[in-house]
């Protein structure tokens, strides 16, 4: 009985732990297997979502913000996450008593986003940075979820922004830490000028590195490759700009700005962007219309029974045709209902609202042969003598213009020498 009751006990208290290694990826919102990129992209989320300053007088919020960060910091690092699944809270507690660092969630915000961590008014605030990402029309009408890598400033990990690599930052003393010197210049006896200008010992900074961090170069940042994850929605329009609040060039002197990236249309890649060899890719786009060229040939532009069919850039095929004795003009435009871009919507194809559609407009070309065979070079034109002795008409005495050249008129005519 006692056996029975221990190994409750020890099944129980399993539980508890497997229990608990799973709250701060519920928090977070991730998988259990979630990667760092994963881990990473929850957290810029969340956090800005919760923040107190942009949440003021929300206490649920700054609770949450609390919860976050602290989901962030467990499971951001290797070792605190291999701890954390095994032994739950409880070993993340013995690691932290036993010397392990636990971080201000305001400060682990900072150095995420790079500046103070908060966004009261006024404080120094990075530039904004726009960036282009050519994307097929092809993604432009389906939608897409994909990445673009660019080399964003980074906050130096190795030394927490300080630069130093023993994490030892003096105050400048040419400048005691103003990071600007006045200088007196003498203009005469008696007469001197003051100039402020910056600190050339310490570039402005108002602090000195002794040792500087290797991976930094005492800069405090670092240019690194960086994904982003990027969302096309369907339908989105050429030039439609994404913003990814800061995101832009971090520091630990200002708050990163906005990321902003501008979509762009790019030309079609038969490789990458058409495996399946679908027409659509070459369409051309304005606005929600989409524009196609289609080549007949004479006997198709003049006695039809011809069939076209094109397949679209979502792989669902459009046919085009015309019965025999239909005849098609050279440079006719044909306009066919809901076959062009999708019309944008915030809330997409979803139950509250269904996708519009734009036109597709059909230019023929109709192509001339260049040479006939001579049998076929008589046939034909015993047959067009035919119908135009009977049906035809003159175009040229039928507009009235003159069969001969008009002679000059009012010129004085001279005798030839």
Known sequence: MLLQSAAWLLLFAVLQLVLCAEDYYKVLGI?????????????????????????PGDDTAQGKFVEVSEAYEALSDPESRKIYDQY??????????????????????SRFFGGG???QRGQPRGHNLEIKVGISLRDFYNGR????QWEKQQICEECDGTGSADGHVDTCGHCGGHGVRI??????PGMFQQVQTQCDACGGRGKTIKHKCPACSGNRVVRKPTLVSLKVDRGAARDSKIVYENE???????????????????????E???????DGIFFRRKGNDLFWREVLSLREAWMGDWTRNLTHMDGHVVRLSRKRGEVVQPGHVEAVENEGMPIW?????????????GKLYVEYVVVLPDQMESGMEKEFWSIWQKWRGKIGVDLHKDSGRPDAPISDQGQEKKDEL
Do not use: C, W
């Not at 739950?88 to 915000?109: A, I, M, S």
């Not at 990458?272 to 679908?278: G, I, K, T």
């Open 31 to 55: 998988d259990k297997n979630a990667n760092d990129k994963q881990i990473k992209s929850a957290y810029r989320q969340l956090s800005k979502k919760f923040h107190p300053d942009k949440n």
């Open 88 to 109: 739950g809270h409880e070993g993340l507690k013995q690691r932290q008593q036993g010397g392990g660092q636990h971080h201000d969630p305001f400060d682990l915000f």
């Open 117 to 119: 961590g908060h966004y």
């Open 145 to 148: 979820e994909t990445e673009f």
């Open 183 to 188: 200088i007196k210049h003498q203009l005469a």
């Open 248 to 270: 832009a060039d971090a520091s630990p002197d200002y708050i990163a700005g906005d990321l902003i990236v501008t979509l762009v249309e790019k030309e079609p890649d038969m």
């Open 272 to 278: 990458n962007d058409n495996p399946e060899h679908v």
């Open 345 to 357: 919507d915030e809330d997409g194809d979803s139950v509250y609202h269904k996708t519009q559609f």
